[in-house]
């Protein structure tokens, strides 16, 4: 046999070799989505092939059922609403030029972010190629959708589009919140809750109701039984990703206009972080039971194929502790030296996972509440995480994952003691001030894996018993100030319906850099006592304060850095040991409007840019504190300038006039 011909029947037979291979995994492939129950035709899988809460009654799920029995229930509320009683649904339709965009032109979180009004005052405050651009619109298609937020501020960062149902499911009145139309007059006898909060407030987009939705709905219901003459009307201001400034903002701006009775507060992970309280480096990522490829390949592959995802299945299962917390380093924990973890001081600017921050805006919710006769309601928060807790290794495992690899390398027993620590400063603000009403929600609600899709949000089911347990709690509330003839109170004058302003379409535009020049180089940058520095021909040498985040330098900005507009500050810097943070306090130095991550160690020198965003309030001093948990830190810093942003679409080019709202 010559070698042509070996050739050509060794390729002919790894030909049909593969061809059979390919037509034994697609009968696979087709075999496992049948008996997985996936659609056949369809290119991309769903996340999940249990059945939709929109196809199926709620007895469906169990677990939410079984512990609302044993909820106890308020004078008037019937057990049998959790299961029968739903509000009546409303309709919106979703723009046909929207689904040809979802299904063709968006990736990854895109497919969320991109049907949004973006605040323009955010959006120019980002850099181009920056990480934070980076992050927020990867995947956009060269355009996004804007808003201008009159009070000059990026915050809130974002608001739903009104009058709308997008791709996902979501729903939005005219004021762009999730739920029917709400008359910006409030009527006679009506009491009105704004329901504050993140994406455990809005919820997935594709469940049918939100808490807030099945809260109305039941109240109502309950005013009914006790022969109450009053309407309710629960507004859902929830919207994902968002941080408590961005929340009290959206209090603001968009709450107090609609003259809400109560505002009820339910957030506490999207500022909470570990690191806090962890001194020393982290490994970067885990090397737990499958490699880091591995489990990205099998990630990407599981997006489109059952096989793939019964593959996930039995790596799981055949763990070496299947469900078990996975192995984790031992970590520098180093409590705060002035913070009692039993009794801490509100005040203590050394509160962990971002606390102070928090704390402050929740005040300037409770004074903006107050100052508009709203009764402001504060809830602890639900962690799902236990120290020990053991999952099911299929069933759980996005819970799993959310805690092993969002949260490497921090054990269960960290964010649980966190999480505990974080419902106590609640709780205790709460008690600091009489008005202030408290729900224990961490304390009421079931620590039941089958109850959430991850540590901290909720499966449907999950939802409705969340929103059930508020209800008994709030009625003691309510009741209590109805009695007393507190509400319903006649309605009050605001400033009018709180629509988004000057919505149009803009492109995403990173062309050539027009910033100016606005003050500089600084030649005030000065040490702070008990640090040492050396200025030599305009070069100064720092040496830090050995304790870690200790405040070791500061320069006075120039006055056009004050008067609250937004700006960037320029800088080279060399760190020669050590590491350190450059940022920018507020004139009462009450809180960072911005702060660079740590700066490390590095041979030569690095140009730093640092966006300090409008935010109303005067700009205070540039600050340098120590990052480093080994002692001083030494660095060298030179030409300190002030620059005007850069702006992501500097000729706000407009793609349409106006949107046109559905």
């Not at 059952?306 to 180093?334: H, S, Y």
């Not at 053991?390 to 003691?417: C, T």
């Not at 040498?541 to 507009?565: C, D, H, M, R, W």
Request: aromatic share 10%.
């Amino acid at each position: 046999m010559g070698v042509r011909t070996f050739l050509h029947n060794t390729v002919g037979g790894l030909a049909t070799v593969l061809m059979a291979m390919s037509v034994s995994l697609a009968l696979g492939e087709v075999a496992i989505r049948v008996i997985d129950n996936y659609p056949i035709s369809q290119l991309k899988l769903p996340r999940s092939n249990a059945p939709t809460p929109q196809s199926q009654p709620l007895t469906h799920y169990d677990a939410a059922f079984e512990h609302a029995k044993n909820v106890a229930l308020s004078d008037g509320v019937s057990r049998d609403w959790f299961i029968s009683e739903d509000p009546a649904p409303f309709q919106r339709a979703t723009p046909a030029d929207w689904k040809k965009v979802y299904d063709t032109r968006l990736q990854g979180t895109a497919s969320f972010d991109f049907f949004k009004l973006w605040n323009s005052n955010f959006v120019q405050s980002l850099e181009c190629g920056s990480p934070q651009l980076e992050s927020y619109f990867r995947g956009f298609p060269g355009y996004l959708f804007v808003f201008s937020a009159e009070d000059g501020t990026p915050y809130p960062r974002y608001r739903f589009i009104p009058n709308s149902r997008t791709p996902m499911g979501l729903r939005t009145n005219q004021y762009g919140l999730r739920g029917p139309d709400i008359a910006f007059k409030k009527e006679l006898g009506t009491i009105r809750i704004a329901v504050v909060g993140a994406s455990t407030t809005v919820h997935s987009h594709g469940y049918p109701f939100s808490y807030p939705e099945l809260l109305n709905h039941w109240l109502n219901l309950w005013a009914q039984v006790k022969n109450y003459d009053i309407k309710f009307e629960v507004m859902n201001f929830g919207r994902e990703g968002i941080n408590s400034t961005d929340i009290a903002s959206v209090v603001r701006s968009e709450a107090l206009p609609l003259d809400p009775d109560y505002i009820l507060y339910y957030e506490g992970s999207n500022q909470f972080w570990p690191g806090s309280i962890v001194k020393g480096d982290l490994p970067s990522r885990r090397t737990g039971l499958e490699s880091e490829a591995t489990q990205d390949l099998l990630d990407a592959l599981a997006e489109y194929s059952a096989v793939a995802r019964r593959v996930q299945e039995l790596t799981r299962i055949f763990a070496k502790d299947p469900g078990a917390e996975e192995d984790k380093p031992e970590l520098n924990v180093v409590w705060p030296a002035d913070v009692d973890e039993k009794d801490p001081d509100l005040e203590s600017p050394n509160l962990p996972i971002n606390l102070p921050t928090i704390l402050n805006d929740l005040e300037d919710i409770r004074k903006a509440a107050a100052h508009s006769d709203a009764q402001f309601v504060m809830t602890s928060f639900k962690w799902l995480v236990e120290d020990g807790m053991k999952l099911d290794p299929v069933r759980h495992q996005s819970i799993h994952r959310y805690l092993n690899v969002g949260f490497y390398p921090y054990s269960y027993q960290l964010m649980e003691r966190l999480a505990a620590f974080q419902n106590l400063v609640f709780a205790k603000y709460a008690q600091q001030h009489e008005d202030v009403e408290f729900i224990d929600v961490a304390a009421l609600y079931p620590s039941d894996p089958d109850l959430f899709v991850d540590a901290i949000h909720q499966t449907y089911g999950g939802v409705r018993l969340r929103a059930w347990i508020v209800l008994q709690e709030l009625i003691s509330v309510l009741e209590k100030d109805i009695q007393e003839g507190r509400y319903p109170r006649s309605a009050r004058e605001t400033s009018g319906p709180p629509v988004p302003k000057n919505i149009r379409t803009v492109e995403i535009d990173c062309g050539e850099d027009r910033a100016a020049t606005l003050s500089g180089p600084l030649t005030n940058f000065m040490p702070l006592p008990g640090a040492l520095m050396k200025l030599n021909n305009g070069v100064y040498s720092l040496t830090t304060k050995s304790e870690q985040n200790a405040y070791s330098a500061e320069a006075s900005l120039p006055e056009v850095a004050q008067s609250g507009i937004p700006y960037r500050v320029r800088f080279d810097v060399q760190v020669e040991n050590g590491s350190v943070q450059f940022g920018v306090l507020t004139e009462d130095r009450a809180k960072w409007i911005n702060i660079t991550p740590p700066i490390t160690e590095s041979e030569s020198w690095q140009s730093v840019w640092l966006t300090v965003p409008a935010n109303g309030q005067r700009s205070g001093p540039l600050l340098v504190t120590n990052a480093s948990a080994d002692g001083v830190s030494r660095i060298k810093v030179r030409e300190i300038s002030i620059y005007e942003p850069r702006q992501i679409y500097p000729k706000l080019e407009v793609l349409s006039q106006e949107i046109k709202l559905r």
